[in-house]
């Protein structure tokens, strides 16, 4: 397990995607006000930044070539391919990413500059 602390539960917005570095890797983290989900922000079809794309409920279309993913278990529901998804732990308000154990495994790249940014996703 390679498990980092990626921000504080109070960094995130209800509704909203945001991209962090760890350790030279990047995660887009969503909120829904219930639950955290973890995911590549690349889409792995043509690496698109998913965080400019469209959100409604737990999933992500993406604004390049319109592929959708389950931002849960990083299923692709209009393709064959997943979208990278990481298991997430919250302990003392702080928020956790086990980056080895993925549940989902797609064609990420995770080094490429994607800085910090925030989206709004539809309810």
């Known amino acids: 397990m390679i498990v980092k602390k990626v921000c504080d539960l109070t960094s995130l917005k209800k509704g909203r995607a945001t991209v962090f570095r760890v350790s030279g890797k990047q995660v887009a ?3 829904d006000g219930k639950e ?3 995911f590549s922000p690349f889409c792995p079809h043509a690496r698109a930044n998913l965080t400019k794309g469209t959100f409604q409920g737990h999933e992500v279309r ?3 070539h319109g592929w959708r993913f389950n931002i849960k278990d990083g299923e692709g529901l209009n393709n064959d391919a997943n979208l ?3 298991p997430v732990t919250v302990q ?3 928020i956790f990413v086990d ?3 993925q549940q989902a495994e797609g064609n990420s790249i995770d080094n490429e500059d994607l800085f910090m940014s925030e989206i709004k996703w539809k309810e």
Do not use: R
């Open 62 to 64: 993406c604004h390049w």
């Open 99 to 101: 980056f080895e154990e």
């Open 92 to 94: 003392d308000g702080e």
């Open 29 to 31: 983290v969503y909120f």
């Open 84 to 86: 990278k998804t990481y």
């Open 36 to 38: 955290i989900f973890a």
